[in-house]
Structures are given as C-alpha cells and as structure tokens.
C-alpha cells in the first residue's frame, strides 16, 4: 500500500518521505507568475495548507522537490524569494491576547530581533520586519498567510473579543497594501471572507481567486485526477467492499464530489474524505467525524433559518456569495463558503445553491437534527429504522415510531407550526435517503413524500388542517402516484392527519 498523504501539510515532507502527490504545481507556476497578491477561499481541511506550502518550496528555489512535475517544464529560473509564511493555524484564539500571542511568536520566527519585538504595535512589527527582509536579502518578499480568518470564525459568538480581533486584523493584513514596493508575492487564504464592513475594506488590492474558473481545480481532486492517481487504490477499495471498480469510483462520486467554485466548473472530490476512504478502503462520513463549526450551527439558529429551503431551493445574488457579515441576518454566504453548500447553477444573476455530495447532505442534516426537532444532543436518531419498516412493508411501524419521534418533540403551537413540523418531516425523510430512496416534495402538484423501496413505492400526503381520508383523496385527485404505477412495483398511498391539539400524528390510513 502506497502512503496515503493524510494530514501531511508539508510539502518538503509529502515529497521527500514518498507520499502520493496529486500535482497541482501547473496551476502553482500559472498563479507565482504574478505579483498582483490573492486571497483564496476554501472550506477547512480542502488542502489550503499544502498549497501554501508548495508555493512556499516554489519561491524558496528548492527545485529538487519538483523533480518530475509540471513546474519543471515549466519554469527556468528557480530564482529563491524570502518567504514570511504567517501560520493561524497552531493557535486557539479567545481574546486579544491569544491572538497577539499568536502573530508575535510568527514574527519572532521570521527573524526579528528581541528589541525590535518590544517596539511598536504588530502591525508596526509587520511593516519594519518587511522591509528589513527586503534591504537585507536585495529581492522582494514572498508573504504567505494561512488561515487567515481563524481567529474571526472561532469568536464569532463573542462580540466584543470579535470585533477588537477584527480591528487588530484589519491594521495587521493592512501592512500588506503599505509595503507593496518591496512586496513579490501575497497569498492570504481561509474559508470566510468579511468583506466591505470587516478586514477586506482596506485590502481592496487582493485578487479574489475564489470563484475563478482558472483556479477552481487548484485544491481539491478532480475525477480525473482521482482515476490517474489512485487507479490502484481504487482497485483495493473495490475489492475489500466487492464491488467493481466502477462501482466504486461511482460510490466515490456520490458520497465526496460536486465541490464547484464557480457556475459549470469541474466538480472537485473533498480531498480528506478521498485520501481517508482509499486508506482504510471503507466508505463514511470522514469530513464530518472532524466537527461541524459551531458558530455555523449558532448563527442558524440565531437567524431562524429554514431547512425547507434546502428543498426548495437555495438561491442568492452573485454579488452576495462572498459578502459574509456576522450580523448580516443570513448564513447562506457562510454555509456556501464553509463547504456545506456548493454552486449547482447560475441564471438571472444569481447561484442556485445545493448540497455537494452525500456525505455533507446526511452529515449536516443529522447534525442539525437537535437543534430543529428539540431532541437532546446525545439522543440517537437511526433513520436506517424508518427505512427498515418500510423496507419490509410494515406501515403501521413507520407511522408509530413517526408518531413517537413527534412526541418527543416540547414545541408550543404557533403560527409558524405549519412551517416547523414540515421541517421535521423533511428531516426524517431525507436522512432515510441513506437507505432507500427518499424524497421530499416541494413543488406544486406533487405530493410531500415518496420513498422508493426495492419492492414498494410510498407515497406521503400530510394534512395538518384535515383529515387522513382528505390526504388520500388528494393523492388520488391530484394524480400523485400516477408516475409509478407503470413500474414493477407495488404502489401504496399513505394520508396522515396531524392534530393540532395533541401536536402529533392523529390518524393515517393507506391505500393499496
């Protein structure tokens, strides 16, 4: 079994301890050939690091790590830059303290002297250790900052550390706009940007690389990539699951690709789920297993957002899709740059929005189920038993447990009640997706559910204002079931009534 570059950040390391490498160096000499400086947006463990990395063993000169990639047909030069690479990454950061512990101990390794560390605010630091870098090495400096943003995403919930840590940022990356003149190259990368009201308004000389076609493949595997550098554990992978290679790929595809950076780009597989799965040759949720941010799951909560939407469709102006503000009201920008929605197409002027893939589908959803179904974190829901009732035709099973999972619900009518339950409903339904095919309904004229079982076709109507009989008749009426009755298998309509007063299933019945 070849090495499989799990948590290697290190581009030195990856080349010289023999790990596979994915070579995205074409892509690294397309971007170093500027001096224009960039910021680049990826969602956490999308191989930002490695970039950086890489770029960095690219402007230090160390042309024997790039033996036998594309850079070396490709560059002649191989002059070595100063590089000052600015890590975020090796600190937990809760107040102003941590966060200027953290650049001060960056600024320290890059060779300031104990006097000058006691002169001056960090931004000051900043600017005089650039400059000095230039006067002494006679070429122009490379900075490399990664992670940028850490210390915004982590204090997020606490407003004033927040916005003091925003302030010293500001001053701090603003350096970089003041040094140009000695300045050969700048990459600042992260996941969110806070941009016009935040750290960006004074960085308006980046070039925003995020959603650039040109660079949508420069972190990230490609299918292609994925076939021409692990064909091999590809071939492992379906034989310890009994699969065939193209069954595999196929499976591959479904659980961590659809990553798209910007409207009919190449979908790129999540890098950490694909190099996990081949090493340990087992399909599962390898992204989600290292944690869901928790200023995510607070700021849909604080904004009452609607996982119907999720259904329905999630759409937002082009313009927006990059101007995340804390108290902007709308986590649709966080959730498109945190990874847990990607770009699915574009009309009008503006994204439509989706799940990537199913690992980020079930992993988020079944996350999010405590907070929307009230249930107490630590309170198992096991979707694989709805299925199963339904697998084997048992009706009556699926409604009581439905009907239990409900009453554990400590929800008081109100008018968004209509709105609340179906978000349960879409819940339940879309997280047996993992076992048999579910669907929840959103458009007109189609009913609220289908569940496709190898035998059976279910499909669902529910009345919160009438009765199980008036859900049956509507299925009836509106034809619902019609697109699978010229199948092979059997069809079963199910009405329930929920009542209101008991805040529960009342009633279903189902017609064969």
Known sequence: MRKMPIGIQDFEKLRTDDYVYVDKTELVYQLARFSTPFFLGRPRRFGK???????????????????????????KDWTPYPVLHIDLNVTNYTDMASLEAGLSENLSAWGEDKEESAAGTLATRFYRLIRKTYEKSGQKVVVLVDEYDRPLLQTMENGNAHDDMRQALKGFYGVLKSADRWLRFVLLTGVTKFSKVSVFSDLNMLRDISLEDAYAGICGISAEELERYFGQELEALAEKQNMTCEEAAAEMKKRYDGYHFCEDSEGMFNPFSVLNTLSKRKFAHYWFETGTPTYLIEQMKRDRFDLLRFAEGVEIPVRSIDDYRVDGGNPVPLLYQSGYLTIAGCANGRYRLDFPNEEVRYGFLEELLPYYAYRPVGQDFFADDFADDLRTGDVDGFMGRLKTFFAHIPYDLNDQTERHYQVVFYLVFTLMGQYVQAEVRSAKGRSDAVVVTRDTVYVFEFKLHGTAEEALAQIEAKGYAIPYEAGQREVVKVGVAFDQAERNISRWLQRR
């Open 49 to 75: 690091s490695l970039l950086l990395s890489t770029l960095r063993a690219y402007f230090e000169g160390k042309k024997e790590l790039f033996r036998g990639l594309a850079i070396e047909r490709l560059e």
